[in-house]
């Protein structure tokens, strides 16, 4: 296979597992970089692609994914509460018990399945600046090694959602602004650790596999991170 | 008495499977068709559609699959019905502010923006690939096209996303 080949193959398919391709990124280093490229691309399509279910009223999708089922529902009002599911918008409770914040955090983050993935890949720093910025936030570059970063709606916030990879795995951070937390306060759920820990202006949340890894991926960014810039 | 709980065991799986994939039938049908309230349509009316021919369905663990053969008949079939008035990508973005324009992140508007920009033939492929998951095998099958053609136009689709995104 030469580099045509692989870009034209790679290009279409880059879930390929084809031997021949999967041989020809190993060989060369142009095409590997090239093969980089294009799923750091396709990352960024996943997330674009998958558009909130409801239209012009902020949510995020997995609200309503989320919701509860109707028991026994008439077979009609299936798609009248698809309907009525997808009108109706997210309510604003950020400032609702922290109950359901464990949930709430573990379902935003298994819905971008993006950020769950391990890699060697490494987001800009002007991206992570800029990600940052629209939320009034600085850190300095160096600080922690990112592969994910996005602004992303969570109840209805715009919330830094950042993907640092610890030493077993993905850990997510997301910056909730505003959302005041009395002490650290630390769950388990769904096979995740996480701990919400109070910060200058709101609350830093921390999701990781390994418990090991929270607060090794949490100190550097809880010491460098600047909240009103 | 057997009969309810046999009616009952249908309606109940039909929910089960539809709760599964109805975020990304509507995804589907708003890249189709590019609004919001006609996709919100064309999912009540595959789902509409489903549930009367859910006998069919042998295997339900391709019922993804036979959602969406469903949904782009009734599409064609709406098509056909009602011709929409077509709309501009630039005034769309204006219309459609929530699901495309309206988000802080300049960049996802910018990139959805240019997704809606791809003729149908493109952004069809790309859309049952990266956001359904189908193989370019099953996207062959259900846009009834060769698979030669769907890799064909995946990588101009990517080649022409990127380089409008990466300039």
Redesign the interface.
Known sequence: MNCLEFR??F???PACQDQRTLAHRQDCTACARFAA??QD??R???????????????GP?EA??NMA?AK??A?IG??AS??L???VGLLTWWSAPHGGIAQDLLAHMQHEQVSLVSTDERVPYQRLAR?LR?SRLAMPDGVSEVSYA??C?FRGR?VPHLVVQGESGPVTVMILRDLKVGGPTSFSEQGFFGIILPAAAGSIAIIAGEESDLAEVSEPIVESLRWDI | MKQENTEESRRSRFENMTRTHEGDLFRFAFWLCRDHSIAQDLVQETLLRAWRSFDSLRDESAARYWLITILRRENARMYERKRHPTQDIDDLTQAEQGLLANTPDTDLADLREAIGRLEPDYREPLVLQVLMGFSTEEIAGLMEIKQGAVLTRLYRARKMLMKFFEE
């Open positions: 034209n193959q290009g279409a398919d490229r294009v691309f396709d960024r399509l996943v997330v674009a692609l998958r558009v909130p279910l409801a239209g012009g009223q902020g999708y309503q994914e089922p026994g529902r077979w299936l798609a698809l309907v599911g997808l009108g990600v629209k996005r602004s709606i715009l």
